[in-house]
């Protein structure tokens, strides 16, 4: 297949981007999915001579109550945890697999394509299904601090996931990065994607697939965890 970049317009004087489309859509995000590419199709910068004031607008905001934690979402489909709490991410009332919905981010779920833990936060844990069913993740970034991820189904059902990277480490496709991580629970991983292969780092923590990666009948492990 083939992924074609092509500048309209372009000149000496006509240097500046106008507008984005790929595949003949709108495209006003800042980066593109891997996949994306490897599908093929066409990604086409408009050009003009004067430059453009671009902004990405915020979805919607709120609090993370239990944490002090905030939580931000914009139309490029980023979810960012800011702010400084008691070091996990969580909220008032305990999440379980019947009660996702609230989740204040939850009705935003399809939309959301990357999640950002800001290093500055200090998180060390993360409460049961905090960051669970969101069908469209392929990316989380998660900071240094954290090492506990022994609670239930964090990450479950995100089915599109492929990639985990800790702040101020470079984001490389299918690899989950756990390495400062020293506990994880049961299911964190369930519902993963069939077929799912991926280079799981870790360093801290003992290796027991089968309790993480539950419902999924085949994930392939490229190297050793440890």
Not at 134 to 148: G, Q, R
Not at 186 to 207: E, Q
Request: hydrophobic residues 35%; glycine residues 8%; negative net charge.
């Amino acid at each position: 297949k083939t992924f074609t970049v092509r500048a309209n317009n372009l000149s000496d004087t006509n240097k500046y981007i106008q507008s984005v489309t790929l595949n003949g859509e709108a495209y006003n995000k800042t980066t593109i999915e891997h996949s994306d590419i490897v599908n093929g199709g066409e990604l086409v910068f408009n050009m003009g001579s004067t430059p453009v004031n671009y902004t990405i607008s915020e979805i919607d905001s709120g609090e993370c109550a239990s944490g002090n934690y905030e939580w931000t979402l914009r139309e490029d489909g980023v979810l960012t945890i800011s702010g400084s709490g008691n070091g996990t991410l969580g909220f008032d009332s305990t999440i379980t697999e019947s009660s996702i919905s609230n989740i204040p981010w939850n009705s935003y779920a399809d939309q959301i394509t990357k999640v950002v833990i800001t290093e500055n936060t200090g998180i060390t844990s993360i409460s049961d299904y905090v960051l669970s069913n969101l069908p469209n993740v392929t990316e989380i970034v998660i900071p240094t601090t954290l090492t506990d991820l022994s609670t239930s189904a964090i990450f479950a059902g995100n089915t599109a996931l492929k990639t985990i990277t800790v702040q101020g480490s470079a984001s490389s496709d299918g690899v989950i990065n756990l390495e400062n991580v020293t506990a994880l629970g049961n299911d964190i991983f369930k519902g993963a994607s069939d077929g799912l292969t991926v280079k799981l780092i870790l360093k801290n923590a003992d290796f027991a697939p089968k309790q993480w990666f539950t419902d999924a009948t085949t994930v392939n492990f490229r190297v050793p965890a440890k």
